[in-house]
Structure formats: structure tokens, C-alpha cells
């Protein structure tokens, strides 16, 4: 390491040397930023969880445009909308299909392990509206009280959900009524819910009898190909004489959505600080450990600038023990940040895991902030006078 | 400055503090030091001995007075400069001042390392042979930690000398040694203003080196009050 180290400084690596000649503070000072870096991992995979799970239901459709409430900052919040809006917007030349969506939380009570299934209620007649793997199933739900269920969803296990077929359907008691599940569809589990849960809108509106037939949570609508989604979307704001609608492309709507979970929840600012204390930690461990170098080493540095060596050498000390304790330090962090995303991943059912993005932002950060301590650091080294080394 | 002279000061005055504090600390000193001599600078404590070899040394700014240092004049140069003179001059402290963490043959390559460009093996190689000077080739990979006071004092004399600088700073460097090692110290700053023309200004209380020096000034009060051995 030291050979390698000289190559690359072109200098004896006197800040590798000072580091590991004292190797419990050395192996103390690694395991402060490796924890530190555990605790942005943990911060991020949340934050990044928390935003894969908010776009996972978006998945499950297709369409170009949504039309929700005024108050609808996410799928399964806000009021309703008058299916008339629908009718309204096929006035577009552009507009070629549209579909009432609802969704509800519905509850299963599993006997003390209740879970619950955020469930949207769509039409089957409308297959286009879904991705693929759901479109080809939706043909079950026109029967009356018939389920797709979430195969991922928290609560259910996966010898349970792997056995829910046409030939062998699970049945389970919610609002009063039975459904029957027939098939099962990849969802995962989020935040808002432990699954995700298709029905036909009319068995929504026999488990929700306050619920209208004429009033979904939102309206899908799909354009001609090719025609450009935001010009129908703005035509469709004069259109449409209800000027507190949210007339959104689909993907600005989950994009708003993403906004307001990570921005506007109490979760998703808890997390955000959760990194920032993450990065404190990190600088703070960082720094006081090199200050704590500089410090012990004053007289070494103080007869070093009498010998002659310039303020740069110093910096390049600094700034070399630096890059070792934040790249040393990002592996075991790297390491246990993926074990505990991966173990907090199976026992929730959140989509949380490393990524390579995660990996890069963090060990990015974790050298540009060692660096940047390790600048903060240098400013002890005026306190090296080798005037008064004689 | 004489072209003989490697240290020429003109009118040296320095001062302490300021305000009501502000004390004078060498008053109006007229030195000059040949190439390849070894002066002697003695004193009681307090008479400005280590201001001097701050001085000389560019650790602290001329205040008052010219003094030509290898052909430069110190009095307004700049911080840059005065770095760049220290890299031709050899300090050795009364403390060994060796860095804890590198080995008796790291800690002397840092004496070559300081100029740019030098080729890791020559460092090595210089490095190899000033500890060899000093008695410490069997040495060259010991912490400082693991060597004698003695012979920590020869490392850091193998430092100050492996540069081949033109001036050697030393204050009390025998104070740590016995008398043999001692003498080979000093024997050894003589052969190299002999053979090199490497100067030495060396402050001491050792009376055992004060019969191999070429001159002897007495410091008092910030004065130099006798000259002994030459002008």
C-alpha cells in the first residue's frame, strides 16, 4: 500500500504512515465513517424506497393523461371527479379512450396480522389502460366479487399467493362481503399500504356503497399516437370548466406525486434529514480525526516548514489521509449499508436495496466531504511555528 | 557581500510584541559567516542566540538591518522566498523533532525530498549514506520510537545534512549525546566545510566543541560582545 501510495502522491505517503502507525484510532477513525456512511445508505434506500414505492402504482397503468381532484396530491388521496369531465374531454379530437378509476384502501383481517390492500376498481372492458401483465388478467374481474391480489404484499406469504390460480382461488371476508382471488400480479408493498389489490369498479362500488358510479378518484385518458400530450392537455384545461381539476400528462402526475411524498410527508422530510444528519456525522467524524492528526503532529509539521516544505505539501497531507479514510471507510460501509437495505427489505417488503447510483452518490460524497474536513483541518497547521522549534 | 561570505548581516535589530510590551531583542549586530566555517555562538539565555538563528535561518522576517543570505537578501523578501531559501539550509533542533511515524531512513529522505524532481532511488540512495555518516546503517528501518536518544539526535543530523546544504543551523545539537558520538558530530561538520564548504552556526554551552571551533561569538544582552577566533 505504501509503495503504491508513493507512486501515485510521488512522495513518501507520510499520511498513510501517520494514520496506520496509531491503528486503533486508525481502525476507530474507519469505523466512524463507515458508520456514517451506513447511516446516509440506510437514509437513502428509505428515501429511495419510499419513491420507488410511490411510482410503483403508476406502473400498473397506461395512459397519457389524469384528470383528479384539486386536493388529489397522490393516487389514493383527495376527492372525486364527475365522470361528465370523461364525456367532456372526448370533445378533443385527440382523446380517444378514457376510464373511471377508483381506489380505497380495503382492509383483510387476517385474524390479529390484518393487512391492508390499496385496491383500485377499473373498468374490464379496458384493458389498455393497464400494463401488460394486468391486462391480460383484468377478463377474470368481470365476474362480480372476483380479485387479482398483489403476490409481494406484506402479510401474505409466498407459498399462499403462489397458490391462488383460477382452479385453486382464495376467498376472504372485507366489508361485509367475500372475494374471491383468482390470479396474483407483481406489486410490492409501499408506504400507503401492504399491497395492491384489482377489482372490477363495480364490485368497488358494492364493497363502497357510498361510492357513485359517476364519480372515480380519477379519470385515465389515452390520445391519438403521435399526438403531443401536452398540447391536449392544455386544451383540455379550456376545455373542461372546472378550474379546480388537476389536468396532468400521467407522468407529470407522478412525477407531482413523487414531489409531494419526498417533499411535502413528514416521511419523506424525516428521511431527507436523516441524510443530512448522515453527512454531518460523516464530516464531523472526519474532521475531528485529522484535526486530532494535525494537532498531534504539530511539531513533526513545524520542522517540516523549516526544512523548507511550502503550504501545498501540507494541504496534500491532509488531504491524502483524507481520501484514505473516506474510501477505506465507504467499503465495510458499503458492505453493512447492503446488508441492513437487504434484511430491512425481506422483513418489510419495501422495495429497498442498493443501487449502483446509490453506491457512486455516496462514495462521491463521502470523498468530497473527507476532503473537505480535511481542507477545514489544515487551518490548524498555522499553529505550526518553526520559528519555535528552536 | 564578500564572495566568500555565505551569511553577511548588516545592523541587525529585532524586537518582541508591541505596544508598551515591545521589547528589543538584538541590537545593531554586524555578522559575517566564511564558506565552510564553524562559528560558535554562545551566551547566556535570553541574550537573542535563537532570534539570530531564526533569522539567518528565514524562520521570522528581518525587521531592521540587511542580512545576505546565499546571495539574497532577506530584509522584504517574500514568505515564497524564504521557503525556497530554507530548502538549501540544514536545521538541527535541540529536539530531534524526528516524525513518529516514519522510520530513521523516511525521516532522512524528507532532507532530500524538499526539492522537486530528486529520483526516489537517489533519495534513497543519499539517505543510505548520510545515516551511514552518522553511524546508523543498521539502523535504517527503526522508528524513532525504537532508537536512542543519541541516536535519534544522528538522524536528525543525517536530515539536516543529507541536502549537502550550504548552511548548517544547529542549536545544541550534542546536548543528547556522549562524548564520543559528540565528537563525531562535530568532526563531521567540520570535514564538511572542509571538503563541501558546508557553513555551520552552531549555539552550544558544550565546552568539548568550543576548541574545534573556527570562531567564537559571545552574545549578551542582544550584543555581540566578543569575538574570538577571527573577524
Redesign the interface.
Known amino acids: 500500500m505504501s509503495r503504491l501510495l ?1 507512486w501515485i502522491f510521488g ?2 505517503p ?1 499520511g498513510w ?2 494514520l ?2 496509531k491503528r486503533g484510532r486508525f481502525l476507530a477513525a474507519l469505523s466512524g465513517v463507515a458508520f456514517a456512511n451506513v447511516l446516509v445508505f440506510v437514509q437513502l434506500g428509505i428515501m429511495n424506497s419510499m419513491g420507488t414505492a410511490t411510482l410503483r402504482p403508476y406502473e400498473f397503468f397506461s395512459a397519457d393523461i389524469m384528470i383528479s381532484a384539486s386536493d388529489a396530491n397522490a393516487l389514493a388521496e383527495g376527492g372525486n371527479v364527475a365522470r361528465q369531465w370523461m364525456l367532456q374531454a372526448f370533445a378533443d379530437p385527440d382523446v380517444t379512450a378514457g376510464m373511471g378509476l377508483f381506489v380505497s384502501n380495503v382492509p383483510w383481517d387476517r385474524g390479529g396480522k390484518d393487512i391492508s390492500f390499496t385496491t383500485f376498481g377499473i373498468d374490464p372492458a379496458e384493458p389498455g389502460f393497464l400494463a401488460p401483465e394486468i391486462a391480460g388478467k383484468i377478463a377474470l374481474l368481470q365476474v362480480q366479487d372476483v380479485a387479482i391480489l398483489d403476490r409481494l404484499a406484506r402479510g401474505l406469504t409466498r407459498d399462499e399467493a403462489a397458490a391462488i390460480r383460477p382452479q385453486t382461488p382464495l376467498s376472504f371476508e372485507t366489508q361485509n362481503r367475500t372475494l374471491t382471488a383468482l390470479d396474483t400480479f407483481a406489486g410490492g408493498g409501499g408506504f400507503g399500504g401492504d399491497g395492491f389489490m384489482f377489482i372490477s369498479d363495480q364490485t368497488f362500488l358494492s364493497l363502497f356503497p357510498s361510492r357513485s358510479s359517476g364519480a372515480p378518484d380519477h379519470i385515465l385518458l389515452r390520445v391519438r399516437p403521435g399526438a403531443d400530450v401536452a398540447a391536449v392537455t392544455s386544451r383540455l384545461r379550456g376545455l373542461i370548466s372546472d378550474p379546480t381539476l388537476r389536468i396532468r400528462s400521467y407522468a407529470d402526475a407522478a412525477q407531482e406525486d413523487l414531489r409531494y411524498q419526498q417533499m411535502q410527508r413528514p416521511t419523506g422530510l424525516i428521511f431527507g434529514f436523516g441524510v443530512l444528519i448522515g453527512v454531518l456525522v460523516g464530516l464531523v467524524i472526519v474532521y475531528q480525526v485529522l484535526s486530532a492528526d494535525v494537532a498531534d ?1 504539530l ?2 509539521y ?3 516548514k ?5 503550504s501545498r505539501f501540507f494541504l496534500g497531507i491532509v488531504v491524502e489521509e483524507a481520501l484514505i479514510l473516506g474510501i477505506l471507510g465507504f467499503l465495510p460501509g458499503l458492505a453493512v449499508g447492503t446488508a441492513i437495505l437487504t434484511l430491512m427489505g425481506k422483513v418489510t417488503a419495501l422495495p429497498l436495496g442498493m443501487t449502483a447510483s446509490m453506491a457512486i452518490m455516496v462514495f462521491v460524497g463521502t470523498v468530497v466531504f473527507s476532503v473537505l474536513s480535511g481542507t477545514f483541518a489544515t487551518r490548524r497547521l498555522a499553529a505550526a511555528d ?2 519555535d ?2 | 557581500m564578500g564572495s566568500n561570505m555565505i551569511v553577511e548581516a548588516r545592523g541587525l535589530s529585532h524586537w518582541f510584541g508591541d505596544g508598551e510590551a515591545r521589547k528589543q531583542a538584538l541590537f545593531d549586530i554586524d555578522l559575517a559567516l566564511p564558506r565552510g566555517s564553524l562559528t560558535v555562538l554562545m551566551g547566556p539565555s535570553g541574550s537573542g542566540k535563537t532570534t539570530v538563528l531564526t533569522l539567518l535561518g528565514c524562520l521570522r522576517g528581518v525587521q531592521n538591518g540587511t542580512v545576505g543570505l546565499l546571495g539574497h537578501e532577506l530584509h522584504g523578501a517574500s514568505e515564497a522566498e524564504l521557503t525556497a531559501l530554507r530548502q538549501r539550509l540544514g536545521f538541527i533542533f535541540q529536539s530531534h523533532n524526528l516524525h513518529e511515524s516514519l522510520t530513521a531512513m523516511q525521516n532522512v529522505i524528507m532532507g532530500v525530498q524538499v526539492r522537486p524532481g530528486v529520483p526516489d532511488e537517489l533519495a534513497r540512495s543519499a539517505a543510505t549514506q548520510a545515516l551511514g555518516l552518522v553511524g546508523l546503517s543498521d539502523r535504517l528501518d527503526y522508528l524513532p520510537a525504537n532508537l536512542s536518544g543519541g541516536q535519534k539526535q544522528r538522524v536528525a543530523v543525517a536530515r539536516a545534512l543529507v541536502g549537502n546544504p550550504a548552511l548548517v543551523l544547529a542549536d545544541e545539537p550534542t546536548a543528547a549525546l556522549d562524548k564520543d558520538s559528540a565528537a563525531t558530530i562535530i568532526d563531521m561538520l567540520k570535514r564538511l566545510g572542509a571538503e563541501r564548504g558546508t557553513t555551520t552556526l552552531l549555539v552550544t554551552h558544550d565546552n568539548r566543541i568550543l576548541d574545534r571551533a573556527d570562531r567564537i561569538l559571545t552574545l549578551e544582552d542582544g550584543r555581540i560582545v566578543s569575538i574570538a577566533g577571527g573577524t
Open positions: 508513493q512522495r513518501l507520510i504512515l501517520q496506520t502507525h503532529h511539531r513533526e513545524a520542522t517540516f523549516a526544512m523548507g516544505y511550502g518553526p520559528a522549534l528552536f
